[in-house]
């Protein structure tokens, strides 16, 4: 196995996150294994510009949108895109995953499917790549320790990446570190950086991530103060919003409430494991 592995145990589950080298992690931002009995009702998943595949080794789960509408019944594998809103997984008994969650341009990189077709939505991924799927999920199964699954999770995708142009995905990596932390207007970046007009970058943004830029630069915003916060023993929200990135209390607030469905107190109390890897993951 060519990553780094971190571990971590929260709430009757155990999590393993495995940081890719050269060349995955042109497209993958981590793999993920966790596994126990679950001491929560819920899991939440916020909006992090990252599509996700979830492989389901345990009980069956549920998952439904900040509305509280049952989107999915996760049997065995889940393909989920780009998100607005915030995704709820509800676990029953046993809660083994296996998963893999790309970075912004990596999905569409690797797999050449429009990702917004995927955007706010999840499918089976037998209803995606019929049996390929359904023979990882197999093999997953078969295996029982955390690395093993991880590796086969890496050789996966190391086989899709030899189809792959590899210098074109350094290009978008290297334009992604940009958006993850630029400050300016993302309309005049991004036709400065790329020198096309803005019509056609949101063509080009909705084709490769699956939602328009104004929105990206959003959820990386948000997401720089999710961040700073899971590495703060203390949170001061607004001191945490100013830093990253936020001139306006009113929009952060706006924001939060989208992205997360909660209140800042209210994340104080949850909790969410999936906020707590932010930490682990970077």
Same mark, same amino acid.
């Given at each position: 196995?060519?990553?780094?592995?971190?571990?971590? @145990?929260?709430?009757?589950?155990?999590?393993?996150? &495995? %940081?890719?080298?050269?060349?995955?992690?042109?497209y993958v931002d981590y793999f993920m294994i966790c596994d126990g009995v679950p001491a929560f009702k819920q899991e939440y998943?916020?909006?992090?510009?990252?599509?996700?595949?979830?492989?389901? %080794? $345990?009980?069956?789960?549920?998952? /439904?949108?900040?509305?509280?509408?049952?989107? %999915?019944?996760?049997?065995?594998?889940?393909?989920? $895109?780009?998100?607005?809103?915030? %995704? @709820?997984?509800? !676990?029953? &008994?046993?809660? #083994?995953?296996? $998963?893999?969650?790309?970075?912004?341009? &990596?999905?569409?990189?690797?797999?050449?499917?429009?990702?917004?077709?995927?955007?706010?939505?999840?499918?089976?991924?037998?209803?995606?790549?019929?049996?390929?799927?359904?023979?990882?999920?197999?093999?997953?199964?078969?295996?029982?320790?955390?690395s093993d699954r991880i590796t086969l999770l890496e050789n996966w995708i190391l086989s899709v990446i030899a189809q792959c142009?590899? #210098?074109?995905?350094?290009?978008?990596?290297? *334009?992604?570190?940009?958006?993850?932390?630029?400050? *300016? !207007?993302?309309?005049?970046?991004?036709?400065?950086?790329?020198?096309?007009?803005?019509?056609?970058?949101?063509?080009?943004?909705?084709?490769? /991530?699956g939602l328009p830029p104004k929105m990206i630069q959003r959820v990386f915003r948000f997401n720089r103060v999710l961040i700073?916060?899971?590495?703060?023993?203390?949170?001061?929200?607004?001191?945490?919003?100013?830093?990253? $990135?936020?001139?306006?209390?009113?929009?952060?607030?706006?924001?939060?409430?989208?992205? @997360?469905?909660?209140? !800042?107190?209210?994340?104080?109390? +949850? +909790? !969410?494991?999936?906020?707590?890897? *932010?930490?682990?993951?970077?």
């Amino acid at each position: 196995m060519r990553m780094t592995l971190r571990e971590i @145990t929260k709430d009757g589950i155990h999590y393993w996150i &495995g %940081l890719p080298e050269f060349p995955v992690n042109l497209y993958v931002d981590y793999f993920m294994i966790c596994d126990g009995v679950p001491a929560f009702k819920q899991e939440y998943i916020f909006p992090n510009n990252e599509a996700e595949i979830f492989f389901n %080794l $345990g009980d069956v789960n549920f998952a /439904c949108g900040s509305d509280q509408t049952v989107l %999915l019944k996760f049997t065995k594998t889940i393909v989920s $895109g780009l998100r607005s809103e915030r %995704l @709820t997984i509800t !676990p029953k &008994g046993i809660f #083994s995953l296996a $998963g893999v969650r790309f970075n912004i341009f &990596g999905f569409h990189q690797l797999f050449k499917m429009p990702a917004s077709e995927f955007t706010d939505r999840n499918f089976d991924g037998s209803n995606v790549w019929n049996s390929e799927m359904s023979r990882l999920h197999e093999q997953l199964m078969d295996l029982s320790i955390a690395s093993d699954r991880i590796t086969l999770l890496e050789n996966w995708i190391l086989s899709v990446i030899a189809q792959c142009d590899v #210098s074109d995905a350094l290009i978008w990596k290297k *334009l992604m570190s940009k958006l993850t932390y630029t400050s *300016l !207007p993302l309309q005049d970046y991004l036709s400065s950086a790329m020198g096309y007009s803005h019509k056609h970058i949101i063509k080009l943004f909705r084709e490769k /991530c699956g939602l328009p830029p104004k929105m990206i630069q959003r959820v990386f915003r948000f997401n720089r103060v999710l961040i700073k916060a899971a590495q703060q023993s203390s949170l001061n929200w607004t001191s945490l919003s100013h830093e990253g $990135g936020y001139t306006d209390q009113s929009h952060f607030i706006k924001d939060f409430k989208q992205f @997360t469905g909660f209140t !800042p107190l209210e994340l104080n109390r +949850q +909790q !969410p494991k999936d906020w707590m890897l *932010l930490k682990e993951s970077r």
